[in-house]
């Protein structure tokens, strides 16, 4: 599928996806939002990929949310009928089983920080602003934002960013765990790219089963959560990579991944 709502970049296991719609700070179109599915959905399959990056293009914003021009006419009820039978790309992230880290510069609104809080990892230049918006426009997120950001930042800053629509700078939201990481904007997004460099020279079947344990464990209780991590240990010993990494550590080299 050609898109040209997004573009899309793969090499040596580091997949890169980035918004591309610069003049609108990457707002967010039904067009972008059908791209996002497929291109997740196409990534989810691919061994090759290690690490997914999501940036936005320009140099203002990672995206400033749905396209607001999109909301102007009213919806008639069908279409509200057929969107229920659409899977939501965000869905699709979240099982994914490669990790996916959000490069964001500028600008992270409404859908957009939905996005970036669908991915595993945020890490954010120093010039960033992130905000659940919806709420100037007299609507609630509604691309799992009132479900992913109390889970990272607790229930009363979640409520306290939703009802206000409150704009976070990044120093700020490094520090409530909004996001991982801030770098000064010279060194973004490089940093993200360093760190995605980091984590797909690990193996690759020990970072898919690294993100099934903590994503799947979260919803589950802690007895449910640890056995799931066992069952994944136990079948992380019998894989070729676990020996390479032992042999390699006992001969002073790097390890060669197969994957296998
Ligand atoms: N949907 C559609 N277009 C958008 C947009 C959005 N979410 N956000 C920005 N744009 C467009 C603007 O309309 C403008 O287009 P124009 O040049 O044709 O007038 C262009 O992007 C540049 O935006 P502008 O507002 O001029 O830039 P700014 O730096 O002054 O302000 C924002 C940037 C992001 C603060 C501001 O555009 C804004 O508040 N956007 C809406 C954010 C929002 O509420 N998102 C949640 C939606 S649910």
Redesign the pocket.
């Known amino acids: 599928m050609p898109y040209s709502t997004i573009r899309f970049a793969a090499a040596d296991h580091v997949a890169t996806v980035t918004l591309d719609r610069p003049?609108?700070?990457n707002?967010m179109n039904n067009t972008m939002r059908e791209e996002l599915l497929d291109v997740f959905l196409r990534l989810s399959k691919d061994d090759d990929v290690r690490v997914i990056l999501v940036t936005g293009a320009g140099e203002?914003?990672f995206s400033?949310?749905?396209?607001?021009?999109e909301f102007v006419e009213p919806l008639v009820p069908t279409s509200f009928r057929e969107s229920r039978k659409r899977i939501d790309f965000r869905q699709v992230m979240d099982r994914c089983p490669q990790p996916i880290i959000a490069a964001i510069r500028g600008?992270a609104?409404?859908?957009g920080l939905e996005l970036a809080l669908a991915c595993d990892m945020r890490v954010a230049s120093d010039d960033a602003q992130l905000g659940l918006?919806?709420i100037?426009?007299a609507?609630i997120p509604g691309g799992g934002g009132t479900q992913r950001l109390p889970r990272l930042v607790g229930r009363g800053k979640a409520l306290e960013m939703i009802m206000t629509g409150m704009r976070i700078p990044a120093a700020e939201a490094l520090r409530i765990g909004l996001v991982e990481r801030v770098v000064p904007l010279a060194e973004h997004p490089s940093a993200a790219q360093a760190l995605a460099r980091t984590i797909a020279d690990k193996a690759p079947v020990a970072l898919r089963y690294a993100k099934e344990a903590v994503v799947g464990g979260i919803g589950l209780p802690l007895e449910d959560g640890i056995r799931l991590e066992n069952d994944l240990a136990t079948l992380l010993r019998t894989t070729e990579d676990r020996i390479e990494g032992a042999k390699a550590f006992v001969e002073k080299r790097k390890p060669r991944w197969s994957g296998k």
């Open positions: 003049d609108v700070h707002a203002r914003a400033a949310g749905a396209d607001i021009r600008y609104f409404g859908g918006t919806e100037n426009l609507i």
